[in-house]
């Protein structure tokens, strides 16, 4: 991965007049840093800068994950674990099912392309999501779901590819079937381990610290360590930095005392947000790059069809799994289940998972033409009709 300062400087130069414009006119920033992203790349204009699968694991994801989790309440989180967890496992396999039925019959793809596809896109995408509710201001249980269940459902989502590639690629059922439990295994008990490893030796670090500066650090080492390690050994990088994250901002739950003094947390959140704000700057700028890129007009129908099969796998998953806790204390009302269902974004985890195809993969360019085409519906037209719909079910004032 070969970036330069210069390239990163230019294209935060742009995020920000975007952010700028934006807010005059009433545009969500992420749809406006779409937007100028396709309009600058279909003007020629190049920065060097492109999206790859290293780029959004490495620079990316950490930040996006870190901050979100380390401003998750763990006591509000644990009063809703169970309809979060539930939509984010048999949720997204749900998705993942829908998807793959729908290409299949009515694209004609081959099971295996079509089983990897609802796999790597039957996760909502914590970037994307995040980075919406934070533009509206939506605060409340409606953020903590939504949110929550963009950050857990990775790893399901991540176990079902490696296990659609893996049978895509081997004619050993029987030994893939083993390799697969052990993937499964490896990717949610190891991300959630080293991260729980690489918090737990920030938080011994910091505990002899009450230095602003150094503590800060000490997070970022948290958040990129424990996404690099756990990556390194196959594990989920996004599991890993979320229980850093939520060790390092709920400790003080377990010993009665935070390693962070009101002062010191103001300041470690607001670099985090901070850093959170250019990370989504530089992506959602390069998702328009690429997204100009891509030879749409080739795909036209598999888009327009794979578009209608991934809104129809979510609601399929939000409204049915949403039933079952009408009657229990862990209501979801119908208001917040259209929320779930239309704000159920896709975005860069995608992107990078779809980058991450073997070239042997059967229809992958034509995965990875949809996979961005999606995405970009996503964040366009589901992104810049959210605020409409919070405000017209309530969650917004008009």
Not at 16 to 44: D, Q
Not at 140 to 166: P, Q, T
Not at 185 to 206: N, Q, S
């Amino acid at each position: 991965m070969d970036v330069s300062l210069s390239q990163i400087m230019s294209v935060l130069a742009v995020a920000m007049i975007v952010a700028l414009v934006a807010r005059r006119v009433n545009l969500p920033y992420t749809v406006g840093l779409v937007v100028v992203g396709v309009v600058l790349a279909l003007s020629k204009v190049d920065f060097g800068l492109h999206l790859t699968r290293d780029f959004i694991f490495d620079l990316i994801l950490p930040p996006l994950l870190f901050e979100a989790a380390i401003t998750l309440s763990w006591p509000q989180l644990r009063r809703n674990i169970v309809p979060i967890l539930v939509l984010s496992t048999f949720g997204t396999i749900m998705s993942a099912g829908v998807v793959a039925w729908g290409t299949a019959w009515l694209l004609g793809w081959p099971a295996s392309s079509a089983l990897v596809f609802g796999a790597l896109i039957a996760a909502t995408d914590p970037v994307a999501v995040i980075a919406m509710f934070k533009e509206n201001k939506v605060k409340g249980r409606l953020r903590l779901l939504v949110e929550s269940e963009s950050l857990f459902n990775d790893a399901a989502a991540a176990v079902l590819f490696v296990i659609a590639l893996a049978w895509s690629q081997s004619a050993e059922n029987a030994r893939t079937g083993i390799e697969m439990i052990g993937a499964m295994v490896l990717i949610i008990a190891g991300g959630i381990a080293i991260g729980a490893l690489c918090g737990g030796a920030a938080l011994i670090v910091a505990w002899r610290s009450s230095e602003h500066l150094i503590l800060a650090v000490l997070t970022m080492v948290a958040a990129y360590g424990s996404f690099l390690i756990a990556e390194y050994f196959h594990a989920s990088g996004v599991l890993a930095t979320v229980t850093a994250g939520l060790m390092m901002a709920n400790f003080h739950l377990l010993r009665g005392k935070s390693f962070l003094s009101p002062r010191g947390r103001e300041f470690i959140l607001g670099i985090w947000d901070f850093a959170a704000f250019l990370a989504n700057s530089v992506v959602f700028f390069l998702i328009g790059v690429a997204v100009a890129a891509m030879p749409f007009r080739f795909y036209g129908t598999a888009l327009l069809i794979s578009v209608v099969v991934v809104l129809l796998g979510r609601a399929l998953t939000v409204y049915p799994l949403s039933f079952l806790f009408l009657r229990s204390r862990w209501t979801i009302s119908l208001r917040e289940q259209h929320i779930l269902w239309w704000g159920g974004l896709r975005g860069a985890l995608a992107l990078a998972l779809a980058l991450s195809m073997p070239p042997t993969l059967p229809l992958r360019d034509e995965i990875v033409v949809v996979t961005f085409g999606v995405v970009a519906f996503s964040i366009v037209v589901q992104g810049l009709t959210m605020p409409l719909l919070l405000r017209r079910l309530g969650f917004l004032p008009n």
